[in-house]
């Protein structure tokens, strides 16, 4: 039996793992003692990594060879790798010729790793010549990124998970990280026992089981962050809890926002947040006047239509009350995804470039063009998740390739997406898995190797990058996502007759080189690095410049920020109401999450039956008043509607929400809503009934909120 080090591939944690193997199989998982994100813990998630490895398993879920069907109407069948890419590439290349290279577009994921990221980017944007590449991270921290950009002037978290061990105060906002981000949460807990002073608000809807470990819990009404965050500033200002000298020397734009938090009374505030007017006090106070507060958050801010807005007004409180750039303070956002940080950091995006160089900046362009021996990339920025199959249903785009992520269950609004898949001329879907909602719609099918089976990097929320490494060797005719990417690439060059960019890579290794040569003098500058290093030091911080013997775990301690003036800057940010608003004919709000024990669509969790011991099937989550006045008892199934569909669940009472809300965990699709006899009712997950609005600056979907009807079914 041997170990091999590598990293969960679940949450944005980045915990080390040792894979123990006997060649043929994985026969079991430990968390790593020597990384430094988890110390050797792990979840119930990733403690049962290996069951989901298992060969019986993987036998039943698993893409094991290509697939090709030449019509809709027909089953796929088997094909090999060349006449497979044969294929790909010549209807892309007929495509391009006919439609422009618009015409065609990428939907790729979080859960890839950095080098299959760039290998995409680059054939997308160097080879193909379009932008319109976007990734299932649009769904998880694009709001998180504007945020930081139009405050900070980077796209880089500037905290450490070993701020949470210094920190006097932390806010935890729109993020249940008991459930969603567990190993950390056992940090909190950890820094709570060293420092009994430490104080912990959380500002969530729901009473979650973060929410109920804490000092102060803000139960504000779904969307009213940024009115939350205002009054807090409010407050601060009315207690002097400013820090006047670091906004003057460090900062631009205050004035403006001062004028507006003017508007944002205490008791305004505690009318559209729900909440007392004590309690926002309390948590200025304490979110004030302590000597280092921690903001940690994730997607009850990002996934929102005004969700750059939040993630700002909460910089706003951290700049005003200079709670950044020392130990234990500063905005931290939790990454959702294993490696939507990576993905970020080679520009895998449709309004990003590499090395996070701007796609608006023609210099940044001619760049990336250089390094990639191409004439350009394009300057337009490409089609965003939803804009993307807005598209494909258009006909605007006709080929669309999707890789790792399975949006016929995570995009809001199903209706669409699921017209968008049928009306492409050819959809192709690169896949582990062969469970997930979006394969039946696959003219062409892809298998992936996956966690266990593949080579690479992952960035985790604190700018960690971890190697990732391969136990067993990949599977039938599997392939991993880089390889996939490089050989159709090369295929598809001859038919351009482009001799650019270069797709011969061998090795992870060479990939990652070439983005780690990219970076060179940027934020994120990792010349520093090597595999061999990563190998032999363990998982290290970026910066990481040439030269440097440590990556750096903070931010802005020298209070110059990432503008072009090294002022940081306060944007004036108003609360706006959530898109789908509650009214008489769709009076219950309803909210989505994650659970303890799943991962967001189940393809690998739910092939462990342990995991569904927490919560073995969805249900909604209603406050008893509510099932009461419609005599409903636990366990009765009910219609949850609106205009976007009807979706079945059996109810569940909890007072863990106010009167008027409504909760469903985010992972059961349609395969596991099957079977319980939801007659002609099309089944697809809550996601279905979601908003496809969209924040305006970061084009991130409202996943967080809804305005249903609820009846007995
Ligand atoms: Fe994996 Fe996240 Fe659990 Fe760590 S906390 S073991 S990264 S799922």
């Not at 094991?64 to 590439?89: F, G, H």
Request: aromatic share 8%; glycine share 8%; hydrophobic share 40%.
């Amino acid at each position: 039996m041997t170990e091999i080090k590598s990293t969960c591939c679940y949450c944005g944690v980045g915990c080390g793992v040792l894979i123990a193997t006997d060649g043929a199989q994985i026969t079991g998982v430990r968390g790593d003692p020597e990384h430094l994100a988890n110390a050797g813990k792990l979840c119930s998630k990733g403690s049962t990594l290996h069951l989901s490895a298992q060969p019986v398993i993987q036998r039943q879920v698993r893409a094991l060879y290509p697939e090709i069907r030449t019509q809709k109407n027909l089953p796929r069948v088997r094909s090999d790798w060349d006449s497979t890419l044969n294929l790909m590439a010549e209807k892309f290349a007929e495509t391009i010729r006919s439609h422009g290279p618009d015409s065609v577009g990428f939907y790729i994921s979080g859960q890839l790793l950095t080098e299959d990221y760039y290998v995409f980017n680059k054939l997308a944007k160097g080879l193909i010549g379009t932008n319109n590449i976007d990734s299932n991270s649009r769904l998880c921290m694009s709001s998180a990124v504007a945020g930081y950009k139009q405050t900070l002037g980077a796209d880089a978290p500037p905290c450490s998970y070993e701020d949470i061990d210094h920190a006097e105060v932390i806010f935890i906002a729109g993020s249940n990280t008991a459930f969603a981000h567990p190993v950390l949460y056992r940090r909190i807990e950890e820094a709570r026992k060293n420092n009994p002073q430490l104080k912990v608000i959380v500002a969530d809807p729901r009473r979650t089981d973060t929410a109920r470990d804490a000092d102060l819990h803000l139960a504000i009404l779904p969307g009213t962050d940024v009115a939350l965050f205002n009054g807090m500033l409010h407050l601060c200002l009315w207690e002097e809890l400013t820090d006047a000298a670091f906004i003057a020397a460090h900062t631009e734009g205050f004035a403006e926002l001062r004028q507006t938090v003017r508007d944002y009374t205490p008791a305004m505030v505690a009318q559209t947040c729900g909440i007392k007017e004590a309690d926002l006090l309390q948590a200025a106070r304490w979110f004030g006047g302590s000597a280092a507060t921690l903001s940690l958050y994730c997607q009850g801010l990002n996934q929102s239509s005004s969700g750059t807005a939040k993630n700002a007004a909460l910089i706003n409180l951290h700049l005003a009350t200079h709670q950044i750039g020392k130990p234990g303070a500063g905005p931290f956002s939790l990454t959702g995804q294993p490696n939507a940080m990576g993905g970020r950091e080679v520009g895998g995006m449709a309004n990003l470039m590499s090395a996070h160089r701007d796609l608006a900046n023609a210099a940044d362009r001619a760049e990336v063009a250089q390094y990639w021996g191409v004439d350009e990339v394009p300057a337009m920025p490409g089609k965003t998740a939803v804009e993307l199959f807005e598209a494909v249903r258009a006909g605007q785009i006709r080929l669309l390739w999707i890789v790792c992520t399975n949006p016929a269950q995570s995009m809001p609004e199903q209706n669409l997406i699921r017209e968008a898949l049928q009306k492409a001329d050819m959809v192709i879907v690169q896949e582990a898995y062969t469970t997930t909602a979006t394969v039946p719609y696959a003219d062409v099918l892809l298998p992936a190797t996956t966690w266990g089976e593949k080579s690479g990097t992952v960035t985790n929320s604190e700018r960690r990058i971890s190697r990732v490494n391969a136990a067993l060797a990949a599977p039938a005719e599997t392939k991993h996502d880089w390889q996939i990417a490089a050989l159709f690439a090369q295929k598809l060059a001859l038919l351009l007759n482009k001799t650019k960019p270069d797709f011969a890579y061998e090795t992870p290794e060479q990939i990652w080189n070439e983005h780690r040569d990219s970076t060179r003098g940027r934020d994120l500058d990792i010349t520093g690095l090597s595999y061999a290093l990563l190998e032999e030091q363990g998982p290290q911080q970026w910066p990481y410049p040439q030269g440097a013997s440590a990556g750096k775990a903070r931010l802005y301690e020298d209070h110059i920020f990432a503008t072009p003036n090294g002022r940081a800057r306060f944007v004036n940010t108003t609360y706006q109401v959530t898109a789908d608003k509650v009214d008489p004919r769709h009076p219950f709000a309803l909210t989505t999450g994650r659970l303890r024990d799943q991962w967001h669509g189940m393809s690998r969790t739910g092939t462990v039956p342990q995991l569904f011991a927490h919560a073995a099937e969805p249900v909604i989550n209603m406050h008893p008043q509510d099932m009461q006045r419609r005599f409903l008892k636990n366990g009765d199934l009910v219609h949850v509607s609106n205009r976007r569909g009807t979706q079945i669940f059996a109810v569940s009472a909890s007072d863990d929400l106010r009167v008027g809300q409504t909760f469903i965990g985010m992972h059961w699709g349609e395969e596991f809503l099957s079977g319980r006899g939801h007659g002609q009712h099309v089944a697809y997950g809550v996601n279905a009934l979601m908003s496809p609005a969209t924040d305006p600056v970061s084009r991130q979907p409202e996943l967080k909120h809804a305005a249903v009807k609820i009846v007995k079914a």
